[in-house]
């Protein structure tokens, strides 16, 4: 069955603005603290971690090059998961992945500790 569907990618020029989400229907929120995630993955790169969140409390964490320009959040009304993207770069084209990730003294920004992956949904940036 399907668990997490993303949606929301398409093409913008540099300095625009985009919302991904990931409808999730492996959990139920609000519930047990679970880290969701997404990364993203560009033609001949290794999938990276974005962002991260506890969806108890709300921590975030994310890598360094969208810090201050990408927000993860969570509507536990619709049970969706959105990354919010502004200011995009060429640079931040790629296939953007949702992700439950396994919790572990925190929550992990790292592939390997991902359960559940969606199918992705792509993001192209022109400058």
């Known amino acids: 069955q399907v668990q997490l569907v993303e949606s929301g990618g398409g093409s913008v020029q540099a300095g625009g603005s985009l919302r991904l989400s990931c409808a999730v229907s492996?959990?139920?929120?609000?519930?047990?603290?679970?880290?969701m995630a997404w990364f993203r993955q560009a033609p001949g790169k290794e999938r990276e971690g974005v962002a991260i969140?506890?969806?108890?409390?709300?921590?975030?964490a994310y890598t360094d090059a969208v810090k201050g320009r990408f927000t993860i959040y969570l509507d536990n009304a619709n049970n969706t998961l959105y990354l919010q993207m502004n200011n995009l770069k060429p640079e931040d084209t790629a296939m953007y992945y949702c992700?439950?990730?396994?919790?572990?003294?925190?929550?992990?920004?790292?592939?390997?500790?991902?359960?559940?992956w969606g199918q992705g949904t792509q993001v192209t940036v022109s400058s």
């Open positions: 969140m506890s969806t108890n409390g709300g921590s975030t």
């Open positions: 992700a439950a990730v396994r919790r572990t003294f925190g929550c992990p920004l790292l592939a390997e500790y991902v359960n559940y």
């Open positions: 492996l959990y139920t929120f609000p519930g047990p603290d679970r880290c």
